[in-house]
């Protein structure tokens, strides 16, 4: 026997142990064809020929359309992780944003001003008061609609929200400019 031949063998029975692995862990239904080139009667149909062909039957009785939809090609599965991926980037991006905006805001009240701050602290403190603002103000209708419904005692009235500002007039009111 040759080598290519023995390696060969190995290499089939660690392919078929795995499809077994596969098959019971994840309870799918899995057939393999091996063929080698150049012989005849020699495919080897796993689980066995009476399984595989079952299996086969039933491949084949969906319609394309079906078989299109359970198919997953690699490039499709490796787009989806791809996107997964960069889902999770982005809001761990977006976490870390916030937590150091929430340190920034917490620095500006003990002592520090906002003038020592530079532009990435500044755009992080804006995109978190922007953050905090929207929530005040869907919790405010919130309170709002219950008070309509008669779910609550009528509240006092509040005090309107600061609409957004952009950044520069926000600066320009601390240092006290006006441009």
């Given at each position: 026997?040759?080598?290519?031949?023995?390696i060969f063998g190995r290499r089939a029975n660690g392919l078929l142990k795995?499809?077994?692995?596969?098959?019971?862990?994840?309870?799918?239904?899995?057939?393999?064809?091996?063929h080698k080139q150049g012989q005849e009667n020699n495919a080897i149909l796993w689980p066995s020929p009476e399984i595989f062909g079952q299996r086969l039957h039933k491949f084949?009785?969906?319609?394309?359309?079906e078989r299109a939809k359970k198919m997953v090609l690699h490039e499709?599965?490796?787009e989806?992780?791809?996107?997964?991926?960069?889902?999770?980037?982005?809001?761990?991006?977006?976490?870390?944003?916030?937590?150091?905006?929430?340190?920034?805001?917490?620095?500006?009240?003990?002592?520090k001003h906002i003038n020592q701050l530079d532009l990435y602290q500044l755009n992080c403190l804006h995109s978190t008061i922007a953050?905090?603002?929207?929530?005040?103000?869907?919790?405010?209708?919130?309170?709002?609609?219950?008070?309509q419904q008669g779910q609550l005692l009528p509240l006092p009235p509040?005090?309107?929200?600061?609409?957004?500002?952009?950044l520069a007039t926000v600066m320009q009111q601390q240092i006290g400019g006006d441009d």
């Amino acid at each position: 026997m040759s080598r290519r031949n023995v390696i060969f063998g190995r290499r089939a029975n660690g392919l078929l142990k795995k499809a077994n692995e596969l098959s019971i862990l994840c309870g799918v239904d899995i057939g393999i064809v091996i063929h080698k080139q150049g012989q005849e009667n020699n495919a080897i149909l796993w689980p066995s020929p009476e399984i595989f062909g079952q299996r086969l039957h039933k491949f084949l009785d969906f319609s394309n359309l079906e078989r299109a939809k359970k198919m997953v090609l690699h490039e499709k599965f490796l787009e989806q992780m791809i996107s997964k991926d960069t889902d999770y980037f982005l809001k761990s991006t977006m976490r870390t944003e916030v937590k150091e905006s929430q340190q920034l805001l917490s620095k500006l009240q003990q002592s520090k001003h906002i003038n020592q701050l530079d532009l990435y602290q500044l755009n992080c403190l804006h995109s978190t008061i922007a953050e905090m603002l929207k929530n005040l103000q869907t919790r405010d209708n919130e309170l709002y609609n219950e008070q309509q419904q008669g779910q609550l005692l009528p509240l006092p009235p509040s005090p309107l929200l600061v609409p957004s500002l952009g950044l520069a007039t926000v600066m320009q009111q601390q240092i006290g400019g006006d441009d």
